[in-house]
């Protein structure tokens, strides 16, 4: 049974750090594209970052590209994503996905564009300005 378990939100003012974790378990496939994306109340899923096989490659939403960095510990298969000059508009419940497309199709903009095959149940992310 594949899951997917993130930690890390929080409250933060704009333009300070924070830093989300995600623990994967019971995913054996061996082509993974895992990643983040975000969401608002009335709002569609917002894609924010993919990384396909382990940092084959990554990529990000040009919302975010420059200010965030989606990184993954092998090892333990934790997908981390670093959250630097966080703005009021970063606000939102963050959610880990997990994906069997391959590496031209693992992108930030997969998130949105189709609901992911596996996701965690999500961490809060406030900014404040």
């Known amino acids: 049974q594949v899951q997917l378990v993130e930690s890390g939100g929080g409250s933060v003012q704009a333009g300070g750090s924070l830093r989300l974790s995600c623990a994967v378990s019971g995913y054996s496939a061996s082509s993974h594209c895992w990643g983040w994306f975000r969401q608002t109340p009335g709002k569609e899923r917002d894609g924010v970052a993919a990384?396909?096989?382990?940092?084959?490659?990554?990529d990000y939403s040009d919302s975010v590209k420059g200010r965030f960095t989606i990184s993954q510990e092998k090892a333990s298969r934790t997908v981390y994503l670093q959250m630097n000059s966080l703005k009021p508009e970063d606000t939102g419940m963050y959610y880990c996905?997990?994906?069997?497309?391959?590496?031209?199709?693992?992108?930030?903009?997969?998130?949105?564009?189709?609901?992911?095959?596996?996701r965690g149940q999500g961490t809060q992310v406030t900014v404040s300005s």
């Open positions: 990384i396909y096989n382990s940092g084959a490659s990554t």
């Open positions: 996905a997990a994906d069997s497309a391959g590496p031209y199709d693992c992108t930030a903009a997969s998130w949105s564009e189709s609901s992911p095959n596996y």
